[in-house]
T-cell receptor, first 114, second 114 residues
Framework: KAGVTQTPRYLIKTRGQQVTLSCSPI?????VSWYQQTPGQGLQFLFE???????NKGNFPGRFSGRQFSNSRSEMNVSTLELGDSALYLC?????????????FGPGTRLTVL | AQSVTQPDIHITVSEGASLELRCNYS??????LFWYVQSPGQGLQLLLK??????LVQGIKGFEAEFKRSQSSFNLRKPSVHWSDAAEYFC????????????FGAGTRLAVHP
């Protein structure tokens, strides 16, 4: 079974631009979570989607948004990019529907904001 | 608020030596606990998890961890380290009812001397 895939793997943007990152979960997984990883703040939870509904959201500004499609694929969008948004963005999928389950992570998208 | 502390930022061990990585959590109820490993440029791989039951859990790659409620700890151990174990290790707590939201520790970077 293929793992979690994220595209693109690397991205360079300039301040003020917007960016969309994509995540395809493991086949059959319906929950997708997003995390931001930076050297200064570590790994931080952004949001989680299940069956196209956002069930939980971390403490990030409204510039960070996401969505999930009927095939469970998910996208996250960051508008008006800031230098501090440079990070590794990780997507994870979970196989079941309890409120807490093990998560399988993708390789991440490395975003650099210049 | 929930939090995870990994007191050791860097640890260096010799190949073949035993390993213990410390993790302390702050959470009011019974936590869901995880250890993940991240190799450079990669996503996170789940080593093991504790949801309930036996407090000594076995994971992949010869790792184990012990949940000690009285000490709010979930330390990761391996009896004999291999050079390929060099990576960064993250302890995480899942929030009950938190819809797959994980709170991560800052990580411990493990170096292995030949």
């Amino acid at each position: 079974k293929a793992g979690v895939t994220q595209t693109p793997r690397y991205l360079i943007k300039t301040r003020g631009q917007q960016v969309t990152l994509s995540c395809s979960p493991i086949s059959g997984h319906r929950s997708v979570s997003w995390y931001q990883q930076t050297p200064g703040q570590g790994l931080q939870f952004l949001f989680e989607y299940f069956s196209e509904t956002q069930r939980n959201k971390g403490n990030f500004p409204g510039r960070f948004s996401g969505r999930q499609f009927s095939n469970s694929r998910s996208e996250m969008n960051v508008s008006t990019l800031e230098l501090g948004d440079s990070a590794l963005y990780l997507c994870a999928s979970s196989p079941r529907d309890p409120r807490m389950d093990e998560q399988f992570f993708g390789p991440g998208t490395r975003l650099t904001v210049l | 608020a929930q939090s995870v502390t990994q007191p050791d930022i860097h640890i260096t061990v010799s190949e073949g030596a035993s390993l213990e990585l410390r993790c302390n959590y702050s959470y009011g109820a019974t936590p869901y606990l995880f250890w993940y490993v991240q190799s450079p440029g990669q996503g996170l791989q789940l080593l093991l998890k504790y949801f309930s039951g036996d407090t000594l859990v076995q994971g992949i790659k010869g790792f184990e961890a012990e949940f000690k409620r009285s000490q709010s700890s979930f330390n990761l151990r391996k009896p004999s380290v291999h050079w390929s174990d060099a990576a960064e290790y993250f302890c995480a707590v899942g929030v009950s009812g938190g819809y797959n939201k994980l709170i991560f520790g800052a990580g411990t970077r493990l170096a292995v001397h030949p």
